[in-house]
Structures are given as C-alpha cells and as structure tokens.
C-alpha cells in the first residue's frame, strides 16, 4: 500500500520499505546520511537522496513516484498474491479481409467560365448568378 503524508513525516532511518514489481519483492533500508538527511539503501547496497530515485533504480530507469511505489514494512506476513488468469478466447482470430473498393466518387459541379469546383450544385447556381462578382475567367 502507498505511504501516505502522515507516514511520509514518521518515516525514521531503521526502517524499511517494501515493494512488489513484476513480481519480485524488493525492500529498501532508510539510513541517515552526512548531515542527518534520510539515504534509501537497496539490497544491492546502492543507496538514493529519494525512494522515487530508489523506486526508478528497480524499476530500470523508468521514472517513479516513490511514495507510491514503496510501502511501510510492519512486519506482519502479506497473503500471498493469487496469479490472475487470462482468459484466452476459443474463436481464432478474423482473418484479413481484403480491402472494398469503394466506388469512385461522382464528378463535381464546375463553372464553365472559370473552371472553379463547387460540392453541391446549388453552389454553382448562385456562383452563376453572380459570375459578375465572383467569376474570373481562367487565364
């Protein structure tokens, strides 16, 4: 379970801290460091300013919000996690099925005059009715 703000605060060198990632379980020393200040030791004996750069050290670089990622080990025994299992789907997977040609699309409304395409023949009629303003001829 995360640490949470109250147990941030009560965090003292001495105790440790316990994780599960991919399945390993992976614990960490808090130590006191030069000047006072909390130092996180793997069991590799690598030790970190933060339990989110120990966190991201088992986690191979990823980064990672230690807070979360480690839990307060209290010493009482945790229930061993039961694997989930994945149902896998008796249908086989749907072959590919070949690309539909779709059917070419429909020729566009265009001016005579100028050329121009328009989406819908209405747009053409007032483009006529008005070729005096909105027409210009192709050069």
Known sequence: MAIDATQRKAIAAGQTLTAKYKGTQYSVQVITGEGGKLLYRLG???????????GSAVMGGSA????RFWSVDDGAPRPA????????SAAKPAAKQ???KSEPKPERPRCD???KSFVAAKQLEHHR??????CRPAA
């Open 44 to 54: 590799d004996g690598r030790e970190f300013k933060s339990p989110s750069s120990a």
């Open 64 to 67: 990672c919000n230690g807070w």
């Open 81 to 88: 996690s039961k694997p989930v299992k994945i149902a896998k």
């Open 98 to 100: 070949p690309a539909v």
């Open 113 to 115: 005059a100028c050329g």
């Open 129 to 134: 009715a008005n070729a005096d303003r909105l």
